[in-house]
């Protein structure tokens, strides 16, 4: 008998008809005699019916406020199919992150998961019964406040769980059959990947891929839980993230992928001189803020422009807390621009080869796209460009690499292939 997490996503769970098919899936799992944990996310749309709520009514909602109000989506959906699946005769029961023991840090609408006591999952188990958790969302010990893991998180609920439970299996399904080369909505000839390592998904999604929320993959490849993305709505091998394997070896870039949540700010004309930008950076790192490029230009005068990007949420109160610091250190100006994307090629073989991220630049230029930041690293090669660019960007770069192909037949390899 093995245990096995499955983690359905928005759209999988989107209306009561979709329930209802979810249902008979887990119904499937569970009368062959596994154990079988769901987590759910919020029907599709439903959290961001929330979040408008709140700001229609407030323009800087509390974040403490905001987690107890998005937490409520991932309730009603896991109550609803407990309820379905209890219909059908396979005993259920719901469960809220708080009610499973999911610990986490105080950082509301993005706070990381200390660990899972479980204690109510195991009995409910033992009981034979299907436990439904409502994904997304934790509990802060100290303060006994709802915490929310970002959008996503149920993706990272889920491994979590997968983690905590010693599962032989988590399963995330959702309105793809797989993890791709790049977003098959964009891309009609973008190719489904079967096996994939944890760092390349753990840049891909970092990049913007988000098929599987960041964090969840960093839960996988800690606690080494394979996981496998399927679709909800039909049969097939879907794709396995796990260790680096031999056979992974041949793929040079495995994937494109894009990032319209991103904001630049620029500090026009800050001093440059020795712990200024180490302030600016401290500054943001405080507020939790994941700060992505940085561009600073040459020094003119004894001042200089700082321009960096990060989550588009974050720009707005980024920006406020800059203002109070520059008014102390001294600089001209902030300026912001939300009308950019991010790009990236991502490879694992990019370790052991070079010219790639020319190779991206020089398609990039032929297609008269323009580049305005660029940041890489071992295994990936990011350009910032303008919002209208990006989908355009990422075609260019799919048939740039060749990932149409099967692997094998791409005319770049690793060297010596
Ligand atoms: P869920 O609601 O099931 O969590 P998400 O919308 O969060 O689903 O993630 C699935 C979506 O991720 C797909 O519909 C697809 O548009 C997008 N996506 C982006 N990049 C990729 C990729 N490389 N492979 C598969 N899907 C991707
Ligand atoms: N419902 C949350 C969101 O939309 C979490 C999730 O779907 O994983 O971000
Ligand atoms: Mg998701």
């Not at 204690?119 to 409910?124: F, I, P, Q």
């Not at 059959?177 to 891309?187: A, F, L, R, S």
């Not at 048939?399 to 149409?404: G, K, Q, V």
């Amino acid at each position: 008998m093995a245990l096995i997490v499955q983690k359905y996503g928005g759209t999988s769970v989107g209306s009561l008809d979709r329930i209802r098919t979810v249902a008979k899936r887990v119904a499937k799992a569970h009368k062959k005699g596994d154990s079988v944990v769901v987590v759910d996310s919020a029907m599709s749309g439903e959290t961001d019916r929330l979040i408008k709520h709140a700001y229609d009514l407030c323009d800087e909602p509390p974040e403490r406020e905001m987690d107890l109000l998005m937490s409520s989506g991932e309730r009603v959906s896991a109550s609803l199919l407990a309820i379905t699946l209890n219909s059908m005769n396979v005993p259920a029961i719901s469960f809220t992150g708080r009610q499973i023991g999911m610990i986490t840090d105080a950082r509301h609408m993005k706070a990381r998961i200390r660990r899972i006591t479980g204690e109510r999952l195991r009995d409910a188990l033992s009981e034979g019964m299907v436990a439904v958790v409502a994904g997304f969302q934790g509990v802060n010990e100290a303060s006994g406040s709802v915490t929310t893991l970002g959008r996503g998180g149920s993706d990272t609920s889920a491994v979590a769980i997968a983690a905590a439970m010693k599962a032989d299996l988590c399963e995330i399904y959702t309105d793809v059959d797989g993890v791709y080369t790049t977003d098959p909505n964009i891309v009609a000839n973008a190719r489904r990947i079967d096996v994939i390592s944890f760092d390349e998904m753990l840049e891909m999604a970092s990049l913007g891929a988000k098929v599987l929320q960041t964090r969840s993959v960093e839960f996988g490849k800690k606690y080494n839980i394979p996981i496998y993305v399927k679709s909800t709505f039909t049969e097939g091998k879907g794709t396995l993230v796990t260790e680096e394997q031999k056979e992974m070896e041949d793929v040079l870039v495995s994937a494109v992928a894009y990032d319209r949540d991103q904001a630049k700010i620029t500090l026009a004309q800050v001093k440059d001189k020795p712990g200024v930008a180490a302030k600016i950076f401290s500054k943001v790192a405080e507020m939790g803020v994941n700060v992505d490029m940085i561009i600073q230009n040459t020094s003119i005068k004894g001042s200089t422009d700082i321009s960096f990007t990060v989550p588009k949420n974050d720009m707005k109160p980024t920006i406020k807390e800059l203002k109070a610091l520059l008014d102390k250190i001294g600089g001209a100006e902030i300026r912001s621009d939300e009308k950019i994307g991010k790009v990236s090629i991502i490879g694992v073989g990019m370790r052991s080869h070079t010219g790639i991220a020319s190779k991206a630049f020089m398609s990039l230029a032929d297609s008269g796209i323009n580049i305005m930041m660029i940041s890489t690293s071992e295994i990936k090669v990011s350009c910032v460009v303008a919002a209208d660019e990006v989908d355009r960007a990422v075609r260019v770069l799919h048939d740039a690499f060749e990932l149409a192909q099967p692997p094998k037949k791409r005319s770049l390899k690793r060297k010596g292939k």
